[in-house]
Each structure stands twice: as C-alpha cells, then as structure tokens.
C-alpha cells in the first residue's frame, strides 16, 4: 500500500513540476503515473552506475555534479516518453531537483512511518 501511496505522490510531484516549469509538459495524470515510473526504474538501475563513472568529477565538484546526472537522466526519460516532455537539459537539472523536493515534502507530510 506505501508503495502505491508514493508513485501517486510522485506522479502528483511531477504534476506541479510541469505547473510550475514551462519547459516541461505532461500530458495527463496517467502520463505523469507512467513517467514517475519510468524516472524511478531509471533511478534504481542507470544513476547508480552513471554515478560510479563520474565518480571524479563528482568529487571535484564536491558532490554538486549529481545535479547534473539527475537533470541527465530526467531529460532523458521526457524525451523517452510519449506524454512527458522535457524541453532543454537546463530544463531537466531544474525539473529533477524541484521533482526530488516536491517527492520528499508530499511523502514527509502524508506517509506515516508506523
């Protein structure tokens, strides 16, 4: 039941990105449920390797070229998907951090840790 509480949650944080960014579009709700999806497969199998890979320009960047591979990977998947358009890299880098801070707040707020 958790795990169906947080992809609505993120597919709702996804909603308020495309709201807020003009540069990102979602078609419908069940656009944003698939696409929250898909970021998150994308998340669990391809950012842990790409982070590996770039492990030293991360540390010289002292962690801040995550940034970077989130806003990759998000452009990547709005470009993947039919319904979820991600406009320029700008665009991603900004829609994944904003995405990643609307997750955690709507999941603080609403799920219970019981």
């Known amino acids: 039941m958790k795990l169906l509480l947080g992809w609505i949650l993120n597919a709702l944080a996804l909603l308020a990105v495309a709201y807020l960014l003009p540069n990102i579009h979602v078609a419908s709700f069940l656009s944003a449920l698939l696409a929250s999806f898909i970021i998150g497969l994308v998340n669990i199998l391809i950012r842990p390797l790409l982070i590996l890979l770039t492990l030293p320009i991360t540390v010289l960047t002292l962690g ?44 603080a707020l609403l799920v219970d840790d019981k």
Do not use: K, M, P, R
Not at 69 to 84: A, C, P, T
Not at 89 to 96: H, R
């Open 64 to 107: 801040l070229f995550i940034l970077v591979i989130n806003g990759v990977l998000f452009y990547f998947v709005g470009q993947s998907l039919q319904g979820f358009h991600v406009d320029t890299l700008t665009a991603g880098i900004l829609g994944a951090v904003l995405y990643s801070v609307f997750s955690w707040l709507l999941a």
